[in-house]
């Protein structure tokens, strides 16, 4: 019950920006200075990822481990009748697992088969919405900070309004083809 | 005549000659003419002779008279001299050699009588001071007599010294005997022994004593020294010196063990007998602070006694007023339990109202509990529209300007999605909070009954409490009239304890006196004691001391 309930004030948040988004759609019409991405939790942070690497969202699904394989390497689960990898993107960017949230409340992202050979999923801790930017809101400088890691694309202010007063939320927009390109060369 | 004695000798004989010579001469001449005359002359011839032959024979008489005369004078005084007579003088009056040898003859007399014979008489006498000069090298009396008085005085020096040293106590000193020859040595050496024979006796002697003195009376005079005379009642006494200290000594030894003993003894019981004083000024004085003690105690009694007999005066007092009380009890108590049972009856109305509640509340409760399961299915719906959503949009946007208008229909779904679990949430925690209050009050009706059973179980003590009171009471009151029975009977008692702790404390002052006085006499003996202490300790002192004295003696 708990849970849910933060998943409904995480999922909650985003709903405003439905309206943005409406209106980013007919801004992208205008310009084409605008991007959609699908906004994920992991941690306490906010991760995107570009919309078109995501194929669809499913619900958890419980893992099959597979032996011999590196720790990010979750395994793997049948999803409709095919076999996808499932990778803890947590694991991978080194974020510090909070050890009260557990996986079955996780989602799984299944990303294109463009980007993967394979079918891959990664597991986050929830989807909260699919979010329209435009390219101003990015700021790639600041990225400066976390070394040489190509993987961080860079950091979207996303303005978001509480209590009638705008502030800005950061979120983490990551290259999950790197991501996984870096794996794939470090294997 | 005495012309003739001093013509010297030699021209007397030469004289004699010449008129010997003149006489034959003339004869001679005579004789000669005479035989030239022949005849005539021949009687004065004869005449002439005869004539020489006397005129020689005198003139030869007259010199022999003038020679043998004297040298038997002279011989004549040798021999007296001879005879030791030196008083004769032969005193020729003679000038030729004869009267020379006479004179010399005199002269020696007179030298021999004066100064030698004087001399030895003066040596005789002890008087060596004359002081002899040789004559020449020659002289053989004077270097004689010299030694003689050398010898002499050797000796008198040598005896001087070895009686100067026995004077002194020098008993080591000796004479030197081989100075001196024959009678002297012997002099000298029968000195020397004589020193020898007094002196081993004496250093004997002497040992002995230093051995004496040192404190040694085992000495003894040494047996293979041989004593004569009075040496050896000298030993003998010396002896007898040693042997008695020695035994005398022991004896005193002997007697100062046993002293010894006997003290150490004495000081023994002494202690003992200090000891037992000692525990017997203790025991007395323990006594008298008993008896005090107990004094005390008596009279605390005595006061204790006072109260108990105030108190029993009391006790009866009081006894009738219980009585009184008791009576009003009884009646309060059955007041009480009248009541009590009235609230029993009223309390089981209670419980059973109370169960009713509780049904009621089950109900609720499962109710509830259905409602909460819808919820959770709303809440899982909503989850799932979310993910469709979700998915709607990204399908939507994959398909680019076709997907435009399915975009904000799934939009619109997600944003219903999230309403709906929100309700859902809210609808949640409404029956979270209800159930959280049917639960109290579920709690609130159950402690209520407990409380309930607990007052109706309290009833029911209360009442059994009166009927216990009731009986209680009915006990009270027979004891209280025993009480008031035994408190006139105590009251009778406690006059009679009085009157023996009076006499118990008569009794016990009597003994504290009596361990005073005792202890008062202990002190005294103890001093005594002290005292006889002090002079065996002294006696012991003594004895100690004349132990230690005597033995520095050997014996």
Redesign the interface.
């Known amino acids: 019950m708990t849970t849910e309930t933060k998943e409904g004030e995480i999922a909650g948040a985003p709903s405003p920006m439905s309206h943005p988004q409406s209106q980013n759609a007919t801004g992208m019409r205008a310009s084409q200075k605008t991007f959609q991405v699908l906004e994920f939790l992991l941690g306490k942070e906010h991760f995107a990822i570009d919309l078109f690497d995501v194929r669809e969202v499913v619900e958890y699904t419980p893992i099959t481990q597979l032996p011999n394989t590196a720790s990010y390497m979750k395994g793997i689960i049948d999803l409709r009748g095919e076999i996808t990898t499932i990778i803890d993107l947590k694991d991978r960017l080194h974020i510090p697992l909070d050890k009260t949230r557990k996986d079955e409340n996780g989602r799984f992202i299944v990303l294109d088969e463009k980007l993967t050979g394979v079918k891959t999923g990664i597991l986050v801790d929830d989807v909260l919405a699919v979010s329209t930017f435009e390219e101003k809101d990015v700021d790639a400088a600041s990225t400066a900070g976390a070394g040489d890691d190509e993987a961080i694309l860079g950091i979207i202010k996303k303005k978001t309004k509480d209590k009638e007063n705008e502030v800005s939320e950061l979120v983490i927009w990551i290259d999950v083809r790197k991501t996984l390109s870096i794996m794939e060369k470090k294997e | 005549m005495q012309q003739i004695d001093n013509i010297p000798l030699g021209k007397k004989i030469l004289g004699s000659y010449i008129i010997l010579a003149a006489i034959f001469a003339l004869i001679a001449l005579v004789g000669y003419s005479t035989l030239n005359t022949t005849g005539t002359n021949l009687l004065t011839f004869y005449i002439l002779c005869g004539a020489g032959i006397v005129g020689s024979a005198g003139i030869g008489i007259l010199m022999t008279n003038s020679i043998i005369s004297p040298i038997g004078r002279i011989s004549a005084n040798i021999r007296e001299i001879h005879s030791g007579h030196l008083g004769e003088r032969i005193n020729l009056d003679r000038t030729d050699e004869i009267g020379q040898m006479a004179d010399e003859m005199d002269k020696f007399s007179n030298d021999l009588q004066k100064y030698v014979i004087g001399t030895m008489k003066m040596i005789a006498d002890g008087d060596l001071s004359r002081d002899l000069k040789v004559r020449d090298p020659k002289d053989e009396i004077v270097p004689a007599l010299i030694k003689m008085t050398g010898t002499l005085r050797a000796l008198i020096n040598e005896s001087n010294k070895l009686s100067i040293a026995a004077v002194e106590g020098k008993l080591s000193v000796r004479g030197d005997a081989d100075k001196f020859k024959g009678g002297y040595w012997e002099i000298i050496a029968g000195i020397n022994k004589t020193f020898e024979n007094v002196v081993i006796p004496l250093n004997e002697g002497m040992r002995i004593s230093a051995e004496y003195a040192a404190g040694n009376f085992t000495a003894h005079f040494d047996e293979k020294i041989k004593m004569r005379g009075d040496f050896k009642t000298f030993k003998d006494s010396l002896n007898r010196v040693g042997t008695d200290i020695s035994a005398s000594m022991i004896s005193i030894n002997q007697q100062l063990t046993n002293l010894a003993a006997n003290t150490e003894e004495a000081n023994a019981s002494i202690q003992e007998v200090s000891a037992g004083s000692n525990q017997c000024a203790i025991n007395a004085s323990s006594v008298s602070e008993n008896a005090e003690k107990t004094t005390k105690g008596m009279h605390q009694v005595q006061q204790a006694m006072d109260d108990l007999s105030r108190a029993i005066q009391e006790v009866a007092l009081k006894s009738e007023s219980v009585a009184q009380l008791v009576t009003d009890t009884t009646s309060y108590s059955k007041n009480g339990m009248d009541l009590a049972q009235k609230t029993e009856t009223g309390m089981q109305g209670i419980t059973k109202s109370s169960n009713e509640v509780n049904q009621i509340i089950g109900d609720i409760k499962s109710q509830m509990d259905k409602i909460s399961e819808i919820v959770d299915l709303i809440?899982d719906l909503a989850?799932q529209t979310?993910?469709l959503a979700?998915?709607a949009?990204?399908e939507a946007?994959?398909a680019g300007e076709a997907g435009?208008g399915f975009?904000?229909v799934a939009?619109?779904v997600?944003?219903l999605a999230?309403?709906s679990?929100?309700s859902a949430?809210r609808i949640?925690e409404m029956i979270e909070n209800l159930q959280t209050q049917t639960n109290n009050a579920v709690e609130a009706v159950a402690a209520s009954n407990q409380g309930v059973r607990d007052g109706s179980l309290a009833l029911q003590d209360t009442i059994s409490s009166f009927g216990n009171i009731a009986g209680s009471i009915d006990k009270i009151s027979q004891n209280v009239t025993e009480v008031a029975a035994a408190a006139e009977e105590q009251a009778a008692s406690i006059e009679e304890v009085a009157a023996s702790l009076s006499e118990v404390m008569n009794l016990v002052d009597n003994s504290s006196h009596e361990a005073q006085d005792t202890a008062a006499a202990m002190e005294e003996s103890s001093a005594a004691v002290d005292q006889i202490t002090r002079v065996v300790g002294n006696i012991n002192g003594i004895a100690e001391k004349v132990s230690q004295e005597v033995s520095k003696f050997r014996c």
Do not use: P, Q, Y
């Open positions: 809440t989850n979310n993910l979700l998915n949009a990204i946007a994959r435009r975009a904000v939009t619109e997600k944003s999230v309403e679990r929100a949430e949640s």
